[in-house]
């Protein structure tokens, strides 16, 4: 079983975002401290509109926060130049989307091979490590399907292997069972939570579904942009 003793992964210190829209200034964040180790199983739990997606992304350097900060393995991401984000995204961040996000006209083993490209491989390895990751998550038998020719399920395993190939120190799952029927689901769970364990891959999974948050480790509620303490 992970050891959450390990080192502090990722952090946000009194973190608010907010969006302006027009005259409308709409609060998504406000004053969120968290922190992450590494190797734990992590769920951003809450309704629609109650900041986990929000959350996410600036974990995931994909957005910037109003105020507060977010820090990555002890360094203030808001503080890096965009290449320098850009590289901390690629080497160390794995993304999973409810909606697969993956490239349609690539077959299985191309679009786990995509997010190497900038890594500086040549072919053949990238093929192999591409190859190794979907074995991973039961897709040997599906290398050269496209996503159109396989299931709903088999989509997002596909996306959990282009997720991991890169090896990242954590994965940013959002909503990643909501396309997903109860049984496949479960499986997507099981399959994102063994490879915590044997991987020890942090995860970080945004769901509002109790079923998920019952397999979590570790649940952050979230309400209207604030931690919900329950009080």
């Known amino acids: 079983m992970p050891d959450y003793q ?5 952090e946000a210190r009194n973190v608010s975002k907010r969006y302006k829209f027009g005259e409308l200034d709409l609060v998504a964040l406000s004053a969120i401290d968290l922190t992450i180790k590494q190797g734990e199983f992590v769920a951003l739990a809450g309704p629609s509109g109650s900041g986990k997606t929000t959350l996410l992304n600036l974990f995931g350097g994909i957005d910037q926060p109003t105020g507060g900060s977010i820090w990555f393995e002890g360094t203030d991401i808001g503080k890096l130049h965009e290449h320098e984000l850009a590289e901390l995204r690629a080497a160390k961040l794995g993304f999973i989307f409810q909606t697969f996000n993956l490239i349609p006209v690539l077959n299985a083993v191309e679009n786990v091979e995509y997010p190497l490209l900038l890594n500086g491989l040549n072919a053949e390895k990238k093929r192999q ?56 689901g479960a499986e997507i769970l099981d399959l994102m939570r063994d490879l915590n364990e044997r991987e020890r891959v942090t995860f970080v999974v945004s769901s509002h579904d109790p079923s998920v948050l019952a397999k979590m480790k570790r649940v952050f509620h979230l309400r209207d942009g604030r931690e919900d303490t329950g009080v």
């Open 6 to 10: 390990d080192a502090l992964l990722l």
């Open 129 to 184: 490590l591409a190859e190794e990751a979907l074995a991973k998550v039961g897709l040997e038998k599906f290398y050269k399907h496209r996503p159109s020719q396989m299931s709903g399920g088999q989509r997002q395993r596909l996306a959990i292997a282009r997720a991991m190939v890169k090896k990242p120190k954590v994965v940013l799952a959002d909503e990643p069972t909501a396309n997903l029927d109860r049984k496949t």
